[in-house]
Each structure stands twice: as C-alpha cells, then as structure tokens.
C-alpha cells in the first residue's frame, strides 16, 4: 500500500509532488474553497489499499473495518484531536438493505471504539437515493448528490454547536463529502472535518479534488 505522507493540502490533504512550505494550499481549494474544514486519508487508492476497501464493500468482510481505522487513525490524528463527534457518510435505506451494513459506518464506529470518541449513528441520513458515483464525471457527481442528506430533526441537537468529524471510505472528487458537510452545518455544526481510509489519485499522480 503506498500511505499518503507530507507534504500535503492543509486543506484537501492532497499531496504535492514537492515540498511547498508549512500550512501551503493547493490551486483547486484556493479557487474553490471547500466546506470542511480539513480532509486528511491514509492511503492512495490502489493496489492491496483498493483490495481492502471493495472487501469491506462488496464482500461482507466487516472485518477488515478495525486494521482499516487504525491506519486512517494514525493518518487523521490531528482532525481527531479537534472533534467532538463522529458521523459517518450514510448509504441510502435501498442500498443499505442490499449490502446488509454501510461500510462507512463501520469505519467510524471502529475509529470511536479505538479513540473513545463518540459515534453518532444516524446523525446524519441519506434523503434521496442517488446513482452510484463510480464513472460519473466531476459535474454528474456533483449534481448527483446535491440535496441528497441531511441532519435528521432529533439528531440535530447532538451536531449544532460541535466540530463534527465525517467519515468515509474512498474520496474520488470529494463531491460526497461536500456535499454531506454542507448539510452538518446546515444543522449547526461548529465545523466539519473529513477523514477517510483511501484517496483516488489520477494516472498523472495528481490527486483528483473537487
């Protein structure tokens, strides 16, 4: 597995090709800077790190969740350190009924029990089922999403006025995981950070953002 390392996207947390200076910010978040606060991942997406996450997915192997969280705990430390709450990116009720478990909840529970933060299960909701991402292009995936979750009502006293830490196992263009934070601090969240197991990076070795 080839684990993401500094130097990095303070912001996005993806990688740069050389070293920029301390706190430096890629070209893609200062045009369009995006909702969470900071993103951070424990592997690019490939190889055993791409076996891993499709058996977690696609293969009932729940079990993997526990050695996948300790790499993303080690990788995330410092958004860790600065939340209160873990909530997890939620599948759609179709969906959920059809894998039996929602992979990112696995994670985030697995992140809770080894850190002892508290996992807020539920705290947020899929509200309009969506086409799977895989091979949509930037702007399908954007438009794919939008509006798709939101805080349930007696969830929201749990996020308002928290720092929330939104799990996830595989960002590709982050169109996901922006689109699930605005709606966190559409409920009040103090601010919202990302951290997932794996990160897509593109043939070129540019990691994709958007």
């Known amino acids: 597995m080839r684990f993401i390392e500094r130097p990095f996207c ?7 090709d050389h070293d920029l200076g301390v706190g430096m910010v890629s070209p893609e978040v ?3 800077p995006p909702p969470y606060e900071k993103a951070r991942a424990a ?3 490939d190889g055993a790190a791409r076996k891993l996450a499709h058996g977690l997915k696609y293969s009932d192997r729940a079990d993997l969740a526990a050695m996948m969280a300790g790499w993303m705990i080690r990788a995330g430390r410092e958004v860790l ?3 209160d709450v873990i909530v997890s990116v939620p599948l759609h009720r179709s969906r ?3 894998r039996r478990y929602n992979q990112s909840a696995e994670l985030a529970r697995a992140i809770a029990r080894l850190t002892g933060r508290p996992f807020e299960a539920g705290g947020l909701r899929r509200v309009r089922a969506t086409r799977q991402q895989v091979g949509l292009g930037l702007r399908a995936r954007q438009d794919n999403v939008r509006g798709a979750f939101a805080v349930p009502a007696d969830r929201t006293p749990r996020i308002a006025g928290r720092r929330v830490l939104l799990v996830d196992d595989v960002l590709t263009t982050g169109s996901t ?3 699930a934070a605005r ?3 559409r409920a009040g969240a103090e601010r919202v950070s990302v951290l997932t197991f794996a990160r897509v990076a593109s043939p070129g070795g540019e990691t994709l953002y958007a």
Request: hydrophobic fraction near 55%.
């Open 81 to 83: 350190d600065t939340s």
């Open 177 to 179: 995981v922006e689109a």
């Open 96 to 98: 959920l009924f059809s």
């Open 183 to 185: 709606a966190l601090l």
């Open 10 to 16: 303070e912001v996005s947390g993806a990688p740069f």
């Open 43 to 45: 592997v690019f997406y």
């Open 30 to 32: 200062i045009a369009n």
